[in-house]
């Protein structure tokens, strides 16, 4: 099957279990959003991270994956999702996130003022800091998608708060 399959010439889009949408819908934007995020955070794995980085950011491309899938499914297909077993953003993510938050606050990371991303010189932290603000987009078309009406769970609504800021903590670490 060809990728050029000229489905979308005319505006809308596919979802999981054969449904379309319009390009300019909530659920893409936030779809695109994520789908950003997560080649941002490639870029970030292969700026001179250290394997324990690039570790923590392959667990969270996989999560964000997960997570579009489960954007790509319209709210009366989220049984048959569910049925599927495919994977959701689930409280263990948000624990997990949290966690790692505190972990690396631990070792000495702290709030000192307004970053000023690649002042330190660091492509990687730099990097980060990219992906940071790209999650904080993603977490505002979420949060958009949630206000139209859309059911957005509320894993994936604080999995995004805490990842944002994750990245900032991972990004002023000494370990990238």
């Not at 893409?28 to 080649?39: F, P, Q, R, T, Y």
């Not at 292969?46 to 954007?71: H, K, T």
């Not at 990097?127 to 790209?134: C, K, P, V």
Request: proline share 2%.
């Amino acid at each position: 099957m060809s990728i050029v399959t000229k489905r979308g010439d005319e505006g809308e889009t596919d979802l999981l279990f054969g449904r379309r949408i319009s390009k300019t819908a909530p659920r893409i934007e936030a779809l695109g959003c994520v789908d950003e995020l997560n080649a941002a955070l490639g870029m970030a794995r292969v700026c001179g991270a250290g394997d324990e980085i690039i570790s923590l950011l392959d667990e969270i491309q996989q999560r964000l994956v997960g997570l579009m899938g489960e954007l790509a499914c319209l709210p009366e297909d989220s049984v048959r999702y569910r049925e599927r077993e495919y994977a959701m953003i689930e409280v263990g993510d948000v624990i997990w996130i949290e966690n790692l938050a505190r972990e690396y606050e631990r070792s000495g990371v702290k709030f000192t003022g307004w970053a000023r991303p690649g002042a330190e010189g660091s492509v990687g932290r730099s990097a980060l800091d990219f992906a940071r603000s790209i999650a904080r987009r993603a977490e505002r078309s979420i949060w958009k998608l949630h206000e139209s009406g859309e059911i957005v769970s509320q894993h994936v609504l604080l999995f995004f708060n805490r990842l944002s800021d994750f990245l900032w903590i991972l990004a002023r670490s000494e370990k990238v």
